[in-house]
């Protein structure tokens, strides 16, 4: 019995370092695994540690390791093609509109859409971009913590392909959190301004400084960022009251032109 029992512990072992192996050689390629094996495990220790109680591989632990130490290389020495595929199982336009942001505030801005899947239970959407650096696997999942967002899983098919596993149960959009009763001043802004309501409010005023010549264009959306209404208008508006729609979880705050025309900011007061 006790054989039998010792001989399970070693499979098992063997089994998930072979998982772990196996994950380990495709991020730094198979030459330079089997090179530096010896110190790479000194390097994580005990694997157990990198596995979830389902079973599935803590991939970005271990890439922080693996990048901390040198291992991951993301500069490309020259322009390169790159296929970058996000892939998740929660609401498509939320995912979309994270992603976006996370990538932009990387510094990538500037990528086209090769193909958006959908299906009952997951949407995938490949991306291509030129690049001289691979998007950092490390720091795309510390930007998606900021959504609420984590990776489960990262597949790199070739040094030019990635494919990325998101969870986004608890997704969120970045947002100003906004009060009953409570004034609040925007400052001039680089982007649209995103306010997250918590169900509350009724009526939303907003003031535009004198030095402005603003065109409104607010959205209204739900918590799945569905439009629920659109507020525009081609003349220049100083104030506006307007009252939020039934379920709104997020409102956007625009210029229908440019934001040169709010470059003094706004002044906002919800009921």
């Avoid at 996000?86 to 979309?96: A, H, P």
């Avoid at 801005?109 to 690049?131: G, H, L, P, V």
């Avoid at 659109?230 to 009251?241: E, F, R």
Wanted: proline fraction near 2%; charged fraction near 25%.
């Amino acid at each position: 019995m006790v054989k039998i029992v010792l001989s399970f512990i070693f499979i098992t072992s063997a089994m998930f370092g072979s998982m772990i192996d196996e994950k380990i050689k495709s991020f730094v390629g198979e030459k330079n695994f089997y090179s530096t094996k010896k110190i790479i495990n000194i390097l994580l220790g005990d694997k157990k540690q990198y596995y979830r109680s389902n079973g599935s591989i803590k991939v970005v632990k271990l890439l922080k390791v693996l990048k901390k130490n040198g291992f991951i290389k993301l500069d490309l020495e020259r322009v390169n093609t790159i296929n970058i595929t996000f892939t998740t199982q929660g609401n498509s336009l939320l995912f979309l509109k994270i992603i976006n942001n996370v990538l932009n505030s990387m510094g990538f801005n500037f990528y086209i859409t090769k193909r958006a899947i959908k299906s009952d239970d997951s949407f995938s959407w490949e991306i291509q971009m030129n690049t001289e650096y691979l998007v950092d696997p490390v720091v795309l999942a510390d930007e998606l913590k900021k959504y609420g967002c984590f990776i489960t899983d990262i597949k790199k098919e070739d040094r030019s392909n990635w494919h990325y596993f998101i969870s986004t149960t608890n997704a969120k959009i970045a947002s100003k959190k906004i009060s009953p009763n409570t004034s609040y001043r925007l400052n001039r802004p680089i982007k649209s301004y995103w306010l997250g309501l918590d169900g509350t409010l009724h009526t939303l005023h907003i003031i535009s400084f004198s030095s402005n010549s603003w065109h409104p264009y607010i959205v209204f959306y739900d918590h799945a960022l569905k439009i629920l209404h659109v507020y525009s208008n081609d003349g220049i508006k100083k104030s506006l009251k307007l009252n939020i729609p039934k379920n709104t979880k997020y409102i956007s705050i625009d210029d229908k032109y440019t934001l040169n025309n709010i470059r003094s900011g706004l002044k906002i007061y919800g009921k």
